[in-house]
């Protein structure tokens, strides 16, 4: 939805369709700048720790110094360098991190007591409710937010190739995409230009990294998202339907 002129409870109008147009060419700096003077509040963040979720941080924390709240879904089965990285972000921008998780169980053991050994083998839909759209709409509630960013990009499968800049989400929330129009080679230009940390794991054959039971490395010549629920015939999580 790229047509509409939303308001905000700031009492703001923003023209989705104007800002699409004025933004479709812009650095991911421009976005995010303008991002963070136009909505002051209930601007947050949320990150997996993938190299283009930190690139946004990096931008927001260190280049513009606008910290903004960063929701990370704690599935309780990340990698053990996703949860390391996560670490050393904290310490580097100092960030205002918020977790949010699966009420109630907090290691994988509790988690296949209360539902079950290997969920997503057997209800990959009902795994992802409980662990990532759930907490996440909770986390995205209690932050009142009326803006949440992204680290999507148009180029990481063909599920994303027309996702706007900026657009509305199924709550009525402006959804950011400051990346949308980079490919995955000016990533990693900003990477090596910075000196930005980023997971190990990316080097290691994993372009996208989520669930350690249900991510695999990719090989050369397959889309960026391949490695994720490889076999299922699922694209995405269900958090940007």
């Not at 205002?96 to 209800?123: H, I, Q, S």
């Not at 009326?146 to 959804?175: L, V």
């Amino acid at each position: 939805m790229t047509t509409s002129t939303v308001s905000t409870n700031q009492n703001a109008n923003f023209d989705l369709e104007q800002l699409n147009q004025k933004y479709e060419n812009a650095h991911p700096r421009e976005i995010l700048a303008w991002s963070v003077e136009n909505i002051p509040t209930g601007l947050v963040q949320t990150s997996a720790f993938n190299v283009d979720d930190i690139l946004i941080t990096d931008i927001l924390y260190r280049e513009l110094k606008h910290p903004v709240p960063v929701i990370f879904l704690d599935t309780l089965y990340h990698f053990r360098e996703t949860l390391e990285l996560v670490e050393k972000a904290k310490e580097i921008y100092n960030l205002d991190l918020k977790v949010y998780k699966t009420p109630d169980v907090n290691t994988r053991e509790a988690f296949a007591a209360k539902y079950g050994e290997a969920l997503w083998d057997k209800d990959i839909a009902k795994f992802h409710e409980i662990t990532k759209i759930e907490p996440l709409q909770r986390g995205l509630a209690e932050l009142n937010t009326i803006a949440w960013i992204t680290g999507r990009r148009r180029d990481q499968a063909a599920t994303r190739a027309n996702m706007p800049i900026f657009e509305i989400d199924g709550n009525g929330r402006i959804k950011i995409n400051p990346l949308a129009n980079w490919t995955r080679k000016q990533t990693w230009t900003y990477v090596s230009e910075n000196g930005m940390i980023y997971n190990p794991l990316h080097d290691k054959g994993y372009p996208s990294i989520g669930d350690e039971p249900i991510t695999t490395p990719v090989a050369e010549g397959e889309d960026e998202r391949a490695g994720r629920w490889r076999g299922s015939g699922k694209t995405e999580c269900g958090i940007h339907i």
